[in-house]
């Protein structure tokens, strides 16, 4: 097998790699990562992709790593060894957070990544919420646009630890966005796009439950009836309580693991946001 870089293999070949492993993604998915991230592939002698890993830098200091998959007939015999150690060529001085599949947990290890939490990847057919879109007192809440970019990268960057605005724009022209807003600041947002089987809300940022269940409930209600996804590292608070009702149960979970420094992540929801969603398993 030869290392390529990603954006050599057709993208009906890298289609064909998640459906595989059982992976939902649609070839639109992909392109859409290929837009915002770097990656490499394994190919075989004539020209098949048999693996790829990719990596999504956020600055010069920090990147997520996903997408890492081997073809089942390759697994167990070092080939996402192999693909790791090539994508770390390229990541020399990053640290790196990814959210570790069962299966991959010990891939990671083996190259020093720790585990940090857990990730439910909570998913359904949507059902309408009992109480209509609202505000919480003294706030506005109203679709977001690209002039909301820059304050939208702000309070991404207070609650993630690292400036996502890059990414936030890519995932703007794909989505439809809510923000909360008070005395014309921002206080939360939540983002929704067509993703995998059906749409997906991600990321999801609020400084408290309440404005995170105000940003997501006008999503819920637009796709009741259809898929909808959303993964999360919240639990048991009021805002994965309002997830569940709204028929997006526990499918499976991920671990988030790191390689290098911790980012910093706001713990005090009152002072600080907090992500409520990720963007999605891959881009963190
Ligand atoms: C996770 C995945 C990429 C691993 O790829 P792989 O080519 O099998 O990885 P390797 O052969 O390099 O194995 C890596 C380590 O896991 C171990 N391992 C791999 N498969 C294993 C299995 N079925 N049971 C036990 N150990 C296993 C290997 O022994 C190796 O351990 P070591 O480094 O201590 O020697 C592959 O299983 C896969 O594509 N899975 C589905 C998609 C997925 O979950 N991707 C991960 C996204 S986070």
């Given at each position: 097998m030869t290392i390529a870089?990603?954006?050599e293999a057709e993208v009906d070949q890298l289609h064909a790699l998640s459906i595989g492993v059982g992976w939902p993604h649609r070839a639109e998915d992909w392109q859409f990562l290929r837009q915002v991230g770097k990656g490499v592939v394994a190919m075989d002698n004539i020209g098949r992709v048999l693996g790829s890993a990719m990596w999504f830098p956020h600055g010069d200091k920090?990147?997520?790593v996903g997408m890492v998959i081997t073809?089942?007939?390759l697994q167990a015999n070092g080939t996402g060894q192999w693909l790791m150690r090539h994508a770390f060529t390229h990541l020399d001085g990053y640290n790196l957070r990814l959210s570790a599949t069962r299966a991959a947990r010990r891939l990671y290890r083996s190259l020093g990544f720790v585990a940090e939490k857990t990730v439910y990847q909570?998913?359904?057919?949507a059902i309408a919420p009992d109480a209509p879109a609202a505000a919480p007192d003294d706030t506005i809440l109203r679709e977001i646009g690209r002039g909301d970019l820059p304050s939208l990268g702000k309070l991404d960057q207070e609650a993630y630890g690292a400036d996502r605005t890059p990414l936030l724009s890519e995932l703007l022209s794909h989505?439809?966005?809510?923000g909360i807003f008070r005395n014309d600041r921002i206080e939360a947002f939540s983002l929704c796009r067509p993703f995998g089987?059906?749409?997906?809300?991600?990321?999801?940022?609020?400084k408290s439950d309440g404005d995170a269940i105000a940003v997501i409930r006008?999503?819920?209600?637009e796709h009741a009836g259809r898929f909808l996804r959303l993964d999360t590292s919240q639990t048991d608070g009021p805002f994965s309580k309002f997830v569940d009702r709204s028929g997006l149960s526990v499918f499976d979970t991920v671990t988030t693991m790191r390689l290098g420094e911790q980012l910093v992540e706001a713990e005090d929801r009152n002072d600080h946001p907090g992500i409520f969603a990720l963007a999605s398993q891959a881009l963190g």
């Open positions: 870089d990603i954006s920090f990147a997520t073809s089942p007939r909570c998913q359904g057919e989505s439809k966005g809510l089987r059906g749409h997906l809300i991600g990321p999801v940022v609020a006008p999503h819920v209600a």
